[in-house]
Every structure is written in structure tokens, then in C-alpha cells.
């Protein structure tokens, strides 16, 4: 077999997703930076922009499966490209709502719209970046690619939010969106011109194509993929809602992305209003705890495969990272009995190291998938999840609204972590693969 030193040309395609996935997840939390500002700018209350919040994940969760299917139907590339420039267009239109002359009312459904729509041309994004990683990487090096551009999502709340927190502060809300419109723009020409199939690419060397090829890349998935004609019966999707592991782990997925949800939406708002923040000061720290998620991340991922490697079993080597990392993540509320800031920061510093630390439920989900539906399986998982990001931010806004305090929303959060707990502690039992389907 050849080694790894004969190419590193699938390397450059992982960056090309990681940078995609980071500006993703930039586009989804523009809108968490400017919140302040477009309260007082448009003058809606703290549960409208909760429900602004909330439109995305709508769209984000409805849109999951067909967006999986989409990518399996027409290609990575040309889904994932066209995705990229919808996005990018529903944020640019994010920032023209201040200079359209909108009532409250006017500007709170303009942007639930926009919001909508930016979920449901998201969707199809980490289905892409699975099936580049399926089709450029051997089975050896397919885990880590996989927690690096889940990862992007923390490293896009480290680059971007204390340069949105500045373009805020200088040029006015509008300009985030406008900004990172134009780069979503950008970025979607640059993958169309570079982005090629493994077969198709002029600068994969032979030996690493063989290299790739041999340790289990799927290398002609898309000269396959007209060819291939799976069919899935309604009996067989049925058996996704009926296995009690599977539940285990759609609740675990729903319950780490209410922490996520609290971190890209209300988190620089209560840095704001709750702890008596400048938006400049807000953009900085609140890359902090991303860094943290970032490492945790990594490690977790790490720790289980470790976990596997010194012969312990995979049920055992996915479940405790996460119950470890939830169980983290509930030191947020601890931030209700102190008045320093520092001292807030590092707890939630700590909370987001846990929900990285945590984030294994998609090497979970491919333990248990059956091996037919791996990815319809993937989509209803992170499907179900994402109704936390309608839920989440809808109830936050709500309880600060009504309380006009945060204490009661980091308890909401905090709750989170220990029904992740429960669900992978006690509903589920011991992870091994769903053979029911053939």
C-alpha cells in the first residue's frame, strides 16, 4: 500500500471545507452580534428577535434529509457550490433591512424570511462536507477529518465575532451582513474554479489516489453515483424512530445544540445586557469560549478513538466523552452566583470545553446507523436536534422579556446538559449496529 508522504492534495480539499464551514457558521451568528444594535435600531423587543432567532433552525431542521438527498442526487460540488451563493445572498439581504424604511412589525417578518430561507439553503452543507470527506479520505484518517470541520464551527466564533464586534462598532450593524455576504460570494467562485472528484483532479498524485483508494476512499462515488438507485422502503425509515438507542441519540443531538444555539445567538446579548458589556468587549470574549469548544472538540474525539484503540468498546468510548463534556457544560449557571466578569467567562469558557468535548454524536450515529441508511439516519438525527435552535432561542427571549434578567434563561441552558446525561446514561443501552435492515 502506498503511505501517506506520496500526496497531501486531499489535506487541501479538508482546508477548503474547514474555511467553507467556518464562514457557514459565521453567516449563522451575524445576526447574535448585531442583535443589540437592531433592538434599538428597528425598536422590536427581546422575544421578536427570539423569534428571528429561532427562523433559521426551522428551515435548518425541515431541510436536513432533502438536503442530504440532494447531495446524493445531483453531486458535492454543484449542491454544495450553489448553497453557497444562496447563503450568501440571504445574508447580504439580512443587511438592507435597515435601509428599507420597515415598521417593527415589517422588519421582524422581512428578516424571519430571510432567516428561513438562509436555514433551508444551509442545510445541505455538512451532508457535502460528509460525502467530500467519504470520497477523499481513507477510513484511517476519516474520523479526524470529520471532527476538524466540525470543528469549523468554533474557530468561526474565534475569527469572526471580534471582527464582526469592530464592524459593528464602526460602521453600524447593516455592514456584517453586507460584509460577509460579499465573502460568502467569494468563497462560492473559489469552490466552483478549484474544487474537482478525486478522478478528476490534475494535481492528486497516482500514488496518493492509490494510497486514498486502497485504505477505503470512496473515490468514484460520483461517477457512481447516476448508476446507483437504492430504494428504502417506509417500513425501513420507520425502524429510525423505533430503536431506543437511536432516541438516546437524537436527544443527546437536541441537547447539545440548545448549548450551541445559546452560544451563537443570546451569548454576546447577555455579555451585553446582563453583564454590562461594550459590543467591542463582547466580540472579544466572545471568542474565548469558542476556543475552548474548538480544543474540546478535538479532544473528545481524540479520547474515543484512544478509547477504541486500547480495545475498550465503542459504546463505551462514545458515551463517555459526552457524558463528561455535558456534564461540563452545566457549569454555566454558576455564572448566576457571581458579579466577575472574569470569573463568567471562565465558567463558560468551561461550559463550551465540555460541549465540544461532547460533540461525538456523529461517530455515534455511524456506529449505529443501519448500514443502509447511514445517511437518511444522519439527517433525521440532525434533523431532531435542530429543533432545539427553534426552541432554545424562542424561550430565552421569552424569559428575558418577561424576568428582564438572565438568571432563569442559564438555568433553561444549564438543564440541557443533564438530560443529555440521562439520555445516553439511561435510555440508551449498549451501542452496537442496527441489523434489522438488509
Given at each position: 500500500?502506498?503511505?501517506?508522504?506520496?500526496?497531501?492534495?486531499?489535506?487541501?480539499v479538508?482546508?477548503?471545507?474547514?474555511?467553507?464551514?467556518?464562514?457557514?457558521?459565521?453567516?449563522?451568528s451575524?445576526?447574535s452580534?448585531?442583535?443589540?444594535?437592531?433592538?434599538?435600531?428597528?425598536d422590536?423587543?427581546p422575544?421578536?428577535?427570539?423569534?428571528?432567532?429561532s427562523?433559521?433552525?426551522?428551515a435548518?431542521?425541515?431541510g436536513?434529509?432533502?438536503?442530504?438527498?440532494?447531495?446524493d442526487?445531483?453531486?458535492?460540488k454543484?449542491?454544495?457550490?450553489?448553497?453557497?451563493?444562496?447563503?450568501?445572498?440571504?445574508?447580504?439581504?439580512?443587511?438592507v433591512?435597515g435601509w428599507?424604511?420597515?415598521?417593527?412589525?415589517?422588519?421582524?417578518v422581512?428578516?424571519?424570511?430571510?432567516?428561513?430561507?438562509?436555514?433551508?439553503?444551509?442545510?445541505?452543507?455538512?451532508?457535502?462536507?460528509?460525502?467530500?470527506?467519504?470520497?477523499w479520505?481513507?477510513?484511517?484518517?476519516?474520523g479526524?477529518?470529520?471532527?476538524?470541520?466540525?470543528?469549523?464551527?468554533?474557530m468561526?466564533?474565534?475569527?469572526?465575532?471580534?471582527l464582526?464586534g469592530?464592524?459593528?462598532h464602526?460602521?453600524?450593524?447593516?455592514?456584517?451582513?453586507?460584509?460577509?455576504?460579499?465573502?460568502?460570494?467569494i468563497?462560492?467562485a473559489?469552490?466552483?474554479?478549484f474544487?474537482?472528484?478525486?478522478?478528476?483532479?490534475?494535481?492528486?498524485s497516482?500514488?496518493?489516489?492509490a494510497f486514498?483508494?486502497?485504505?477505503?476512499?470512496?473515490?468514484?462515488?460520483?461517477?457512481?453515483?447516476?448508476?446507483?438507485?437504492?430504494?428504502?422502503?417506509?417500513?425501513?425509515?420507520m425502524?429510525?424512530?423505533?430503536?431506543?438507542n437511536?432516541?438516546?441519540?437524537?436527544?443527546?443531538?437536541?441537547?447539545?445544540?440548545?448549548?450551541?444555539?445559546?452560544?451563537?445567538?443570546?451569548?454576546p446579548i447577555?455579555?451585553?445586557?446582563?453583564?454590562?458589556?461594550?459590543?467591542?468587549q463582547?466580540?472579544?470574549?466572545a471568542?474565548?469560549p469558542?476556543?475552548?469548544?474548538?480544543?474540546?472538540?478535538?479532544?473528545?474525539?481524540?479520547?474515543?478513538?484512544?478509547?477504541?484503540?486500547?480495545?475498550?468498546?465503542?459504546?463505551?468510548a462514545?458515551?463517555?466523552?459526552f457524558?463528561?463534556?455535558?456534564l461540563?457544560?452545566?457549569?454555566?449557571?454558576?455564572?448566576?452566583?457571581?458579579?466577575?466578569?472574569?470569573?463568567?467567562?471562565?465558567?463558560?469558557?468551561?461550559?463550551?470545553?465540555?460541549k465540544?468535548?461532547?460533540?461525538?454524536g456523529?461517530?455515534?450515529?455511524?456506529?449505529?446507523?443501519?448500514?443502509?441508511?447511514?445517511?437518511?439516519?444522519?439527517?433525521?438525527?440532525?434533523?431532531?436536534?435542530?429543533?432545539?435552535?427553534?426552541?432554545?432561542?424562542?424561550v430565552?427571549?421569552?424569559?428575558v422579556?418577561?424576568?428582564?434578567?438572565?438568571?432563569?434563561?442559564?438555568?433553561?441552558?444549564?438543564?440541557?446538559?443533564?438530560?443529555?446525561?440521562?439520555?445516553?446514561?439511561?435510555?440508551?443501552?449498549?451501542?452496537?449496529?442496527?441489523?434489522?435492515?438488509?
Amino acid at each position: 500500500m502506498s503511505t501517506p508522504r506520496n500526496g497531501r492534495r486531499r489535506f487541501l480539499v479538508l482546508a477548503m471545507i474547514f474555511g467553507l464551514t467556518v464562514i457557514n457558521y459565521a453567516d449563522r451568528s451575524t445576526m447574535s452580534i448585531a442583535g443589540t444594535s437592531i433592538l434599538k435600531s428597528l425598536d422590536i423587543n427581546p422575544v421578536m428577535l427570539g423569534v428571528i432567532f429561532s427562523a433559521f433552525a426551522w428551515a435548518y431542521a425541515i431541510g436536513q434529509i432533502p438536503g442530504g438527498w440532494f447531495v446524493d442526487r445531483f453531486g458535492a460540488k454543484r449542491v454544495y457550490g450553489i448553497s453557497i451563493i444562496l447563503w450568501s445572498t440571504c445574508t447580504l439581504l439580512q443587511g438592507v433591512t435597515g435601509w428599507l424604511g420597515f415598521s417593527a412589525m415589517s422588519a421582524v417578518v422581512f428578516l424571519f424570511i430571510v432567516r428561513f430561507l438562509l436555514g433551508l439553503v444551509e442545510s445541505p452543507a455538512f451532508p457535502a462536507n460528509s460525502r467530500v470527506v467519504s470520497c477523499w479520505f481513507p477510513t484511517s484518517e476519516r474520523g479526524t477529518a470529520s471532527a476538524l470541520f466540525n470543528s469549523a464551527q468554533y474557530m468561526a466564533v474565534v475569527i469572526f465575532t471580534p471582527l464582526m464586534g469592530i464592524i459593528v462598532h464602526e460602521l453600524g450593524w447593516e455592514y456584517v451582513f453586507i460584509i460577509m455576504g460579499v465573502l460568502g460570494f467569494i468563497a462560492g467562485a473559489g469552490w466552483f474554479m478549484f474544487y474537482r472528484d478525486p478522478k478528476q483532479d490534475r494535481h492528486i498524485s497516482p500514488e496518493e489516489l492509490a494510497f486514498m483508494e486502497e485504505g477505503g476512499a470512496l473515490v468514484n462515488i460520483e461517477q457512481n453515483r447516476r448508476e446507483k438507485k437504492t430504494r428504502i422502503s417506509l417500513n425501513e425509515i420507520m425502524i429510525l424512530f423505533k430503536q431506543r438507542n437511536l432516541w438516546a441519540l437524537y436527544v443527546g443531538q437536541y441537547c447539545i445544540t440548545a448549548l450551541t444555539y445559546f452560544f451563537i445567538t443570546w451569548f454576546p446579548i447577555y455579555l451585553i445586557q446582563g453583564r454590562g458589556m461594550s459590543i467591542m468587549q463582547a466580540g472579544w470574549i466572545a471568542a474565548l469560549p469558542a476556543i475552548c469548544g474548538f480544543l474540546g472538540g478535538i479532544s473528545g474525539g481524540a479520547l474515543s478513538d484512544l478509547m477504541i484503540r486500547k480495545g475498550i468498546h465503542a459504546s463505551a468510548a462514545r458515551k463517555t466523552p459526552f457524558i463528561i463534556g455535558m456534564l461540563l457544560s452545566t457549569t454555566l449557571v454558576l455564572a448566576n452566583f457571581t458579579e466577575q466578569n472574569t470569573l463568567v467567562i471562565a465558567l463558560m469558557s468551561l461550559a463550551f470545553l465540555g460541549k465540544g468535548f461532547a460533540a461525538i454524536g456523529w461517530a455515534a450515529v455511524s456506529d449505529v446507523a443501519p448500514p443502509k441508511m447511514i445517511g437518511l439516519c444522519g439527517g433525521v438525527f440532525n434533523g431532531l436536534g435542530n429543533i432545539a435552535g427553534i426552541i432554545t432561542p424562542i424561550v430565552i427571549g421569552y424569559v428575558v422579556n418577561v424576568t428582564g434578567s438572565f438568571s432563569l434563561a442559564l438555568w433553561f441552558v444549564a438543564a440541557h446538559g443533564i438530560l443529555g446525561i440521562f439520555s445516553y446514561s439511561i435510555i440508551a443501552t449498549r451501542f452496537r449496529r442496527i441489523t434489522d435492515v438488509e
